[in-house]
């Protein structure tokens, strides 16, 4: 049986699944609309009825779409799996010429000013975790650093050293700094691929957060070689491992709530997923011969480097014809979140740039339905925001308008009064609907748990799993509102091509303090207290509609600091609230992070910088100097260097600028000059 035998046979399912799917989606929209227009067009529309039901039908659409993508998720889980998905269907004959490269897989971690104790813990623990399968050897693992600080730098390669001779994995796990950081991660990417990607059959892209069990790595890999036509397979990350009590509650809504969604994603999307830039298996070959990324002419945010180059990049496999899945069932993949308010913002921007970017990829030639669907979407996911700032201030404006009407009783002759037309019920019908289809996903995700009986416990029981969902859908009710204003200045700042760049990460954990969340938020609750003023002075029927959202713009700064708390969240966990399978009985690779972490923390505490320790310990600058490439230093460069030393010689390492230590650190010659005058100075008591 050929390939093409093969896509024929699944295409009868794929789009009867597509049919149904989209035609819900839509049926539900029209419904919706058919209530909200039937209370307008009694009267005629005016102007701004008409942007009102613009907008509605715009985010209806895009409720619905999640909607019906988490309740189809909940009947797959409830009927115990779909069998139309990869984890299920059975092997497929290889195609006539078949994959000559090695069987072997590349894990690839690219990693950019992070924390070298985090990053090499989770790398330490998948590679225990792939010792432990038996299978370790199918694997090696490359550390792609595209760091730029110089006591990171250094760092990273202690770590990595060390890692080898414990695991006695030389030649098995590597490490290179990029001289240049050109394209951000996927320029790091692309160029292992072409120097190395020839070796490797696979390649797993790893986030620095990211974790994977042995199991899941190994599963991985036997379904790629079971399906020769599928070019990347997507597992679902799990968010782990963080202590602070906003990320404990977003822990938990994952846990809970994100097997539906990508179930249900994976129900209807089949071998025409996405790809979530990490967390995947891709084969190598086909990713290497398509997905070459343009650079987009113009400027940024729209021009220029791709950010979000991971939707692209699956778009362009699918555009070869290549299959892309979503393994929806492949347990023992991790990621962290955030751990405050205004680090998820932060993410969120950079997030943000990227996708609006798309606003110029969906129209680009070959691309699939599809494909340019991913892409709207994740243009929606942040559109969205603006489109619902939009739809209050609207529908406040038109309460407004209504309060100035003075209604007609009489009309002509007419002796009997002709009283104005309530729209209550159907305005009212509306909200409730809405707001169902917003909060039966949680309601969903409880009532699976509850049949799928044997989970309880790991969630806290049965009571503190319900509060636990209870508190979470207020929290996000309040968080909301901001982030609603977060987003929507994202995207009119994107819009008005300010570009944010790629700044690395905040991951590690920290309590706000008062200025800093005042800085943060202070704007979002004068807003809410302006808007609180005007809609109960002016128009206050809509107050009391409004105050959900008035609550948490208000509230945002407390809300913001006591949810950045770990003591609180360590109080909760001892509570039993927002507890997670991951928390109350972690596998054995989220153990070893957790174990690895401590131990590397402890013994990182005190240490000093690349030119005062690294570069005088002989170990550390002998494995510094033995990883620099060998390249010829122009004549000119060599002056800036020597004016470089000087300069630390005279004013001490203090006054060097990062950048200037990189310098001085890059170069062979002058490292083992630094290296002498560390040993020389120490002996004459001086801190160079």
């Known amino acids: 049986m050929t390939s093409q035998q093969v896509k024929v046979k699944s295409a009868p399912s794929r789009l009867w699944r597509r049919t149904l799917f989209f035609s819900l989606v839509v049926l539900t929209t029209l419904l919706a609309m058919f209530m909200i227009t039937s209370a307008f067009f009694q009267n005629g529309l005016t102007p701004q009825e008409t942007v009102l039901l613009i907008l509605y039908a715009m985010l209806i659409l895009w409720v619905s779409t999640s909607f019906w993508t988490a309740l189809i998720g909940f009947a797959v889980l409830l009927l115990g799996g779909d069998p139309g998905s990869i984890g299920r269907m059975p092997p497929r004959p290889a195609p006539e010429e078949g994959d000559k490269s090695p069987a072997c897989t590349a ?81 790091n990417i692309e160029e292992f691929c072409k120097r190395w990607g020839g070796r490797y059959r696979y390649m797993i892209v790893l986030d620095a957060d990211s974790v994977m069990g042995g199991g899941a790595l190994t599963r991985m890999v036997d379904l790629m070689d079971a399906h020769p036509q599928v070019a990347l397979i997507q597992s679902p990350p799990l968010p782990v491992n963080q202590r602070s009590l906003f990320a404990r509650i977003l822990q938990f809504g994952s846990s809970l709530y994100g097997d539906m969604f990508a179930a249900g994603s994976s129900w209807w999307q089949l071998s025409d997923s996405n790809y979530w830039g990490h967390n995947a298996i891709i084969r190598m070959q086909p990713f290497v011969k398509h997905c070459g990324l343009p650079k987009l002419p113009g400027r940024e945010p729209f021009g220029g480097e791709i950010f979000s180059h991971d939707f692209v990049e699956a778009a362009l496999l699918r555009k070869a014809g290549w299959e892309v899945w979503l393994g929806y069932d492949i347990q023992e993949s991790y990621e962290e979140l955030p751990p405050t ?47 619902w700032l939009l739809f209050l201030l609207f529908t406040g404006l038109e309460a407004y308008v209504q ?19 309530s729209y209550t019920v159907e305005m009212t019908t509306v909200l409730l609907v809405t707001l169902l289809m917003l ?60 570009s944010v760049g790629w700044p690395p990460q905040n991951r590690g954990e920290h309590r706000l303090g008062f200025g800093e ?172």
């Open 107 to 187: 894990l690839v971690m690219p990693i950019y000013n992070e924390d070298p104790a985090r990053v090499f813990s989770g790398l330490r623990a998948i590679y225990q975790s792939l010792l432990e399968t038996g299978r370790a050897d199918e694997f090696e693992l490359f550390i792609l650093s595209d760091t730029r600080d110089p006591d990171t730098w250094m760092q990273e390669e202690s770590h990595w050293y060390r890692m080898c001779c414990d695991f006695a994995a030389h030649g098995r796990i590597f490490y290179r700094n990029r001289e240049k950081n050109l394209s951000r991660k996927s320029g």
């Open 341 to 387: 308010l205004i680090d998820y913002a932060k993410r969120d921007r950079r997030w943000c740039q990227g996708n609006l970017q798309h606003l110029r990829m969906i129209t680009a030639r070959g691309f699939s339905g599809l494909s340019r669907l991913h892409m709207l979407m994740g243009i929606m996911s942040y559109v969205s925001s603006p489109l």
């Open 403 to 421: 309060t100035q009407t003075v209604p007609v009783y009489f009309f002509g002759d007419n002796i009997f009064p002709v009283w104005p037309e």
């Open 439 to 498: 909060f039966a996903p949680k309601v969903f995700g409880l009532f699976l748990l509850f049949v799928r009986h044997d989970k309880v416990k790991a969630y806290g029981g049965y009571l503190r799993v319900t509060l636990s969902v209870v508190l979470e859908s207020i929290f996000s009710m309040l968080t909301a509102p901001a982030l609603m204003l977060y987003q929507s200045k994202f995207v009119v700042a994107i819009l008005l091509r300010r």
């Open 517 to 688: 969340a005042v800085l943060a938020h202070g704007g979002q609750t004068l807003t809410g207290l302006v808007a609180g003023y005007l809609s109960y002075t002016y128009i206050p029927n809509f107050f009391w509609w409004f105050i959900p959202v008035l609550t948490g713009l208000i509230l945002v700064i407390p809300v913001s600091i006591i949810s950045s708390s770990t003591s609180l969240g360590q109080l909760t966990r001892r509570m039993g609230l927002f507890l997670t399978p991951e928390e109350y009985a972690p596998s054995d690779v989220i153990r070893y992070l957790k174990e690895n972490l401590s131990r590397l923390e402890a013994e990182q505490e005190g240490g000093d910088d690349a030119i005062s320790g690294g570069v005088r310990d002989p170990a550390a600058c002998s494995l510094h100097l033995a990883l620099l490439p060998h390249r010829p230093v122009r004549k000119r460069f060599r002056h800036e260097l020597k004016a470089l030393l000087y300069k630390l010689v005279e004013e001490g390492p203090e006054r060097l600028s990062s950048q200037d230590k990189r310098t001085l650190i890059s170069d062979p010659e002058t490292l083992m000059r630094l290296h002498n005058l560390a040993w020389s100075s120490r002996k004459d008591g001086n801190t160079v």
